[in-house]
């Protein structure tokens, strides 16, 4: 174990300061697209690729009295989700656990776990360059503002496509922004009162054109001055927790310390193509 790397009094000194009265967490979101997307759990011992049955959109059709209806055949396909490991884990010496003026053991497993729910977070956001259908225009609009009219498009090409379910949207704050500014000026009619206090007091925008609207820092940008942002179904993603996240901890005598080691297993994937669009947008703040 000599070649691992360690956290000591050194890489803990903020924790270590008599003035500390409590740890002091640099500000991150928990997951959001967990539960905004369809959930599967993976038994143990059921293998690691779980295959989901996607059926077709079957249409009725017109028979006249007595006559036999014609028989249809229904084909399904499916979707593989691979599940793998994700985690992340460190070593805490005795001289830092036992004179550190805060519960560290509990603060780096806060922290890990923050952690976790972000890599899931953006293991999910980064499907959305997956969906075909863009809202407005295509992928070369990279830095057009973004507008309600977005949303409007997106809500109706999914209405038109006879997506089910309450629709939401998840954008990248920087991309969201201007639609954002454009809300919570002075010429906004009194009636969108509620979306404005929302859009400006707790960071959910609030529901538009019947979507749901959330931001997330944990949105892929796909450049240094671009997101790609998404309005979809709960259908369109799929998320298969194999093992839920976990924190464990062992003690390693012959360093003095005690290892920490936060642990998932899931795998993600897009389900229905056609359940998502896609919103590229400018990612600047201006």
Not at 105 to 129: C, E, Q, S, V, Y
Not at 206 to 220: F, K, P
Not at 256 to 277: C, P
């Given at each position: 174990m000599a070649d691992e790397i360690k956290s000591t009094t050194s890489t803990l000194d903020d924790l270590l300061a008599p003035i500390v009265q409590e740890a002091l967490f640099v500000a991150s979101e928990r997951s959001v697209m967990r539960g905004l997307v369809k959930n599967f759990t993976v038994p143990a011992n059921a293998g690691k690729v779980l295959q989901v049955p996607i059926y077709p959109t079957i249409t009725a059709a017109t028979v006249a009295e007595a006559d036999d209806l014609g028989m249809t055949a229904i084909s399904t396909s499916k979707k593989d989700i691979t599940l793998s490991e994700v985690g992340f884990a460190t070593n805490v010496s005795d001289?830092?656990?036992?004179?550190?003026?805060?519960?560290?053991?509990?603060?780096?497993?806060?922290?890990?776990?923050?952690?976790?729910?972000?890599?899931?977070?953006?293991?999910?956001?980064?499907?959305?360059?997956?969906f075909s259908t863009f809202a407005l225009g295509s992928a070369t609009d990279s830095q057009t503002e973004m507008t309600a009219a977005h949303l409007?498009?997106?809500?109706?090409?999914?209405?038109?496509?006879?997506?089910?379910?309450?629709?939401?949207?998840?954008?990248?704050?920087?991309?969201?922004?201007?639609?954002?500014?454009?809300?919570?000026?002075?010429f906004v009619p009194q009636g969108n009162t509620g979306v404005v206090n929302a859009a400006m007091t707790e960071g959910y925008?609030?529901?538009?054109?019947?979507?749901?609207?959330?931001?997330?820092?944990?949105?892929?940008?796909?450049?240094?001055?671009?997101?790609?942002?998404?309005v979809f179904s709960r259908d369109a993603l799929g998320l298969a927790?194999?093992?839920?996240?976990?924190?464990?901890?062992?003690?390693?005598?012959?360093?003095?310390?005690?290892?920490?080691?936060?642990?998932?297993?899931?795998?993600?994937?897009?389900?229905?193509?056609?359940?998502?669009?896609?919103?590229v947008t400018d990612n600047t703040v201006s």
């Open positions: 001289l830092s656990l036992n004179f550190a003026t805060s519960n560290i053991i509990a603060d780096l497993g806060r922290l890990m776990g923050d952690a976790i729910a972000r890599k899931m977070d953006r293991d999910l956001t980064a499907l959305f360059t997956g409007f498009a997106a809500a109706a090409k999914l209405k038109a496509a006879a997506v089910p379910g309450q629709y939401v949207g998840v954008f990248n704050p920087k991309s969201i922004f201007n639609m954002k500014k454009i809300m919570t000026s002075t925008v609030g529901r538009i054109s019947g979507i749901d609207i959330y931001e997330s820092s944990n949105v892929v940008e796909s450049s240094a001055t671009s997101a790609i942002n998404a927790i194999g093992t839920d996240m976990k924190i464990e901890t062992q003690r390693d005598a012959s360093a003095r310390a005690t290892e920490l080691v936060a642990t998932a297993t899931y795998g993600v994937s897009e389900l229905h193509d056609s359940y998502g669009v896609k919103i």
